[in-house]
């Protein structure tokens, strides 16, 4: 059974907060899905030096949070190329109160597209389908963090959670690895 984003996120933020690191685990999260969506190079730690850019003005991690990344990282890799579409973004849990929920996906968001627009600067090339996802992403960033308690803003933060999870893994079907690609890892022990 998977770990609760709850977890993941309450044990990212004592680390990252021990290293004195000003990020939140959703930004980290969502600037980590940005870049392995946008195609970033994955092959012996090629990925860190952008995601360290993002989280860390390009400073090292202290030995106590850089295993933490790394699993983040190989998880999420993972999970966006699942043929099930197993990948969902770090969020807090859904016993959180709603309002702490949209501001949480409004900053994954804007990392998400931070970290895809570093990997791929070309983005007005993309298919006129990722264009539109870019864009309703940018609205979805700058959604209202004001919302009511209700069932009819639980439905609507839902289908908005939907909209995210499915345009990270469409921008990942586009910008990601190709099917027959080989790894960096293979390809530099071929002879």
Not at 142 to 166: G, H, K, N, P, T
Not at 169 to 174: D, G, S, T
């Amino acid at each position: 059974m998977a770990t609760p984003p709850s977890l993941k996120i309450e044990k990212l933020l004592d680390a990252l907060e021990a290293a004195e690191i000003g990020q939140h685990p959703v930004e980290v999260h969502g600037a980590m899905v940005g870049l392995i969506a946008g195609g970033v190079e994955q092959g012996r730690g090629a990925w860190m030096a952008p995601l360290l850019e993002l989280m860390n003005d390009g400073m090292a991690l202290p030995s106590s949070l850089q295993p933490l990344v790394e699993e983040l990282f190989a998880d999420t890799q993972a999970r966006l190329a699942e043929q099930d579409f197993g990948f969902m973004p770090l969020l807090p849990e859904e016993e959180e109160p709603l309002s702490d929920r949209v501001e949480a996906l409004s900053l994954w968001v804007q990392s998400f597209l931070t970290g895809l627009a570093i990997i791929q600067p070309g983005l007005n090339r993309a298919s006129a389908d990722v264009q539109e996802l870019i864009n309703d992403l940018g609205a979805i960033a700058q959604v209202e963090i004001d919302v009511a308690e209700d069932e009819e803003s639980e439905v609507a933060y839902a289908e908005l959670l939907e909209f995210v999870r499915m345009a990270a893994v469409h921008c990942y079907q586009e910008f990601g690895p190709q099917d027959g690609a080989v790894p960096a890892e293979a390809a530099t022990n071929l002879h």
